[in-house]
């Protein structure tokens, strides 16, 4: 596939190939963008914001209305090279290539409630005869840095709203997961999006990255992924807004009153979902010392029925993992908390970029496994046995993007939502469970601000106040 410069699709001899990690078979490649095609991005989106700051409210909305209706035609297409390219399973890409389609028609519905307000100026002396409000007004070219693990919808979470606003948009997409990213540009300008407003350079992030994180055309960076890169990109950005969704190490509490059959099956699915590369994921299960035997073995028995293998057969449960170094770097994690004294339940083993689904106990604190996000296939179980014990194990670590609670009695999930320490408490869910219109974001390194279309839409404009002084009044 191309990357879309200025209104063109243009390759480069200098190719990346994009590789299936579960037979390392060669499905496309991209160009390896380069300095110059950075500078010819910037160029044309800032020609681009020129159209798109000028357009309805109405055009937009239509043209993501129709995005929206061109992924929901061809579902089946995008969810194939979602899971070709990454590591989802054809049933896990379906799920995603769904919510893409609603988060592109939230991203239209929201473009019509981007509202300002009066701003009451004579509330304070001197404010008198003066009568105004404020709009908000798109923000400029915004530069979309986007993960692997969802490779579309976390595209569309960047586009959608950016175009919604008014903005142009200069997209770099994972490089081991850019055809979804392209598919859906493809799709944003046959519905209509003016080209120069949106561009996609493909190529390394370490390459292509700092010539355009810190240019001052670019008004806003929006970045999706791990903290290490995120830091990077903060030391580099300048004086520019910056949006963050970083990573993080998920807890869920399941207390003593919890229903058990819905907490093993949540958090299962929860831990295990695209073979534990989720943002989301659950990576700590925090269990009360009444139920505990009986809820690790149920769920180690659950995690055992796991069915590990190809992507596209229907009754896979989990995929491999993104490159097999990912999943020789969780092997490694494995190992060293059991040579430290972690039982290891479940798992353990690796085949290529196959690892199983794997669960822990006993884990000493310091291990990496237990300090660090995994974000691979593998959970820990820890022993609780009252709740601010609990809490403060949740909010040990420096993240806090989503936690979770399992209880039947209402003062516990009152407290727990309270006294978590992170950006959003999912009472009898896992940790992975998002709507896409929801508030999504984290507190300390899981991130700045918050996403979800219409919260979005909030850090992809900016007020713009009007102030009438009527001294005749
Ligand atoms: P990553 O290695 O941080 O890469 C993310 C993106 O940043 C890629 O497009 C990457 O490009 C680019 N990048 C890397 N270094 C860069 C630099 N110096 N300048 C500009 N761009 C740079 O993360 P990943 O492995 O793809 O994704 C996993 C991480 O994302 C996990 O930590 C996960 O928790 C996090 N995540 C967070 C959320 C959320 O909403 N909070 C959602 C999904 C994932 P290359 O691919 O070319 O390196």
């Not at 005869?129 to 595209?155: E, S």
């Not at 055992?304 to 992507?311: L, R």
């Not at 170094?325 to 490694?332: F, H, P, W, Y």
């Not at 039947?408 to 309270?418: E, G, L, P």
Request: aromatic fraction near 8%; charged fraction near 25%.
């Amino acid at each position: 596939m191309k990357m879309l410069l200025d209104g063109q699709w243009v390759d480069r001899d200098e190719k990346i190939d994009v590789i299936d990690p579960f037979d390392n078979s060669v499905i496309d490649t991209v160009p390896s963008g380069n300095a110059d095609d950075c500078e010819t991005a910037l160029k044309s989106a800032v020609k681009g914001f020129e159209i798109t700051k000028k357009m309805t409210v109405y055009d937009r909305a239509q043209i993501l209305f129709k995005a929206a209706a061109i992924i929901s035609e061809r579902l089946e297409e995008f969810a194939t090279i979602i899971a070709r390219e990454g590591s989802k399973t054809i049933n896990e890409a379906r799920t995603e290539a769904s919510r893409c389609v609603n988060t592109m028609t939230a991203s239209a519905e929201e473009s019509k409630r981007i509202l300002g307000e009066t701003i009451p100026f004579d509330s304070f002396p001197g404010g008198e005869k003066r009568r105004g409000y404020y709009y908000r007004f798109p923000i400029g070219v915004v530069l979309a840095i986007t993960p692997f693990n969802d490779p579309l919808n976390l595209v569309a979470h960047k586009i959608g709203p950016a175009f919604a606003a008014g903005n142009a948009v200069i997209l770099k997409p994972a490089t081991v997961t850019p055809l979804s990213a392209i598919k859906l540009v493809e799709a944003m300008v046959e519905a209509g999006m003016p080209p120069q407003a949106i561009q996609v350079i493909t190529g390394y992030g370490s390459k292509i990255g700092d010539p355009m994180v810190s240019d001052e055309r670019v008004r806003m960076i929006s970045f999706t992924g791990g903290v290490e890169a995120g830091k990077h990109i903060a030391s580099k950005a300048g004086i520019k807004k910056i949006g963050m969704e970083l990573g993080s190490n998920s807890p869920v509490i399941v207390w003593k009153d919890a229903d058990l059959d819905l907490a093993v099956d949540s958090c299962v699915s929860g831990s295990f979902w695209a073979a534990g590369q989720n943002c989301i994921g659950v990576q700590r299960l925090l269990v009360h010392k009444d139920i505990y035997n009986e809820f690790k073995t149920r769920f180690v028995e659950r995690t055992k029925k796991y069915k590990i293998g190809d992507k596209m057969k229907e009754d896979t449960d989990m995929g491999p993992m993104i490159t097999e170094g990912e999943a020789i770097r969780v092997e490694k994690w494995v190992n060293e908390a059991a040579q430290k004294g972690a039982n290891v339940l479940c798992g353990g083993k690796r085949t290529g970029s196959l690892y199983e689904p794997t669960v822990l106990e006993n884990l000493p604190p310091d291990v990496t496994i237990h300090c660090e996000e995994v974000f691979g296939p593998t959970v820990n179980l820890y022993q609780i046995d009252d709740l601010d014990e609990a809490i403060k194990e949740a909010n040990s670590l420096p993240y806090g993007l989503l936690a979770g609670i399992f209880t039947s009695n209402i003062d516990v999930a009152f407290k727990a939502s309270y006294d978590l320490d992170c950006g959003g408490v999912m009472i009898n869910d896992s940790t992975d469970y998002r709507l896409d219109s929801m508030p999504f974001g984290g507190v300390k390194y899981s991130g700045l601000g918050r996403e979800g279309l219409k919260f979005s839409l909030q850090e992809l404009t900016e007020p713009k106040v009007v102030c009438f002084y009527l001294p005749n009044i």
